[in-house]
């Protein structure tokens, strides 16, 4: 595999530097280029990939498929993400699911291939197919991964997602916490405990954590705002699908209104043609 190129190492170096701010920082989730670029130009720091989002865009469904379903390839997502790395002249973070394999020799192959294609960092996840993972076997993963990304040579940022909330553990915030503990002593930079919604967790585990947290916004209804999650401490803010699954909300809602009703009040909220291309001309390097 080639070298990470000057731009990664600068992209990845940047995104580091954004962990060890004061003040969390807000990186919200590009699904392809378009995307991607229309998230830049607002003026975020640091993007991130979905793979929700991806998954819907190519018409599949994302983790725990259901019967007939088709699962995306590491390879379909990487081509993907490599359209997202390119479109963009800013930090991307890849989510990399669990590392498309149990084994903690396919978690490092995995970190090699999203370095290669031009990631900051990625999330590693510890579970599949609805189970956590052993947890002397998550470490390891976690080590693997840690491993093959100081090979490369870069500053890339590794995140250890902990799903124990997610998937009710017997002890879901007590396993979160110790797990999420034991990966950063693993090697990762950034813990991500999904499936919190009030800020009083929020801060057990901005406390009880031993590393810069991420929190994902909008996996539901919520009040959580932003600046509160900043001010509990919180160092990234991400959006996983919520835009994607947003954006497809507002694709289905326009179609009924014009099956429906016959009006099209929906095309008053889009971005005019000429803008767009725009947009799309402009150099990014």
């Not at 498929?65 to 997202?84: H, L, N, T, Y």
């Amino acid at each position: 595999m080639s070298p990470p190129t000057p731009v990664t190492a600068r992209h990845a170096a940047a995104f580091r530097r954004l962990h060890d701010g004061r003040t969390g920082f807000l990186m919200p989730n590009a699904w392809d280029a378009g995307s991607a670029i229309v998230l830049a130009e607002v003026g975020f720091e640091a993007l991130a990939t979905t793979s929700a989002g991806i998954a819907f865009s190519l018409g599949r469904p994302d983790h725990t498929i259901p019967e007939g379903g088709k699962a995306v390839s590491r390879a379909e997502m990487f081509d993907r993400v490599r359209q997202i790395t390119a479109a963009v002249d800013l930090p991307v973070n890849g989510d990399l699911e669990d590392g498309y394999g149990a084994e903690p020799e396919t978690v490092a192959e995995t970190v090699r291939l999203a370095v290669g294609a031009g990631l900051a960092g990625g999330n590693v996840e510890d579970f599949a197919d609805g189970a956590l993972y052993d947890e002397e076997l998550a470490v390891a993963r976690i080590a693997a991964a840690r491993e093959a990304a100081d090979a490369d040579g870069t500053d890339f940022v590794l995140t250890a997602r902990t799903d124990g909330l997610m998937l009710r553990s017997p002890a879901p915030l007590a396993d979160a916490i110790r797990r999420a503990n034991r990966y950063r002593e693993a090697g990762a930079d950034c813990l991500y405990v999904p499936g919190v919604n009030d800020l009083a967790t929020i801060t057990t585990l901005v406390s009880e954590v031993e590393g810069p947290l991420n929190v994902v916004m909008g996996l539901g209804a919520t009040s959580l705002t932003a600046d509160a999650l900043r001010s509990a401490g919180v160092a990234r803010l991400s959006l996983g699908g919520s835009i994607a699954r947003a954006a497809l909300g507002f694709v289905r809602d326009s179609a009924r209104e014009l099956l429906e009703r016959g009006t099209l009040t929906f095309a008053e909220g889009q971005i005019p043609q000429g803008e767009l291309n725009e947009l799309f001309t402009r150099d990014r390097s």
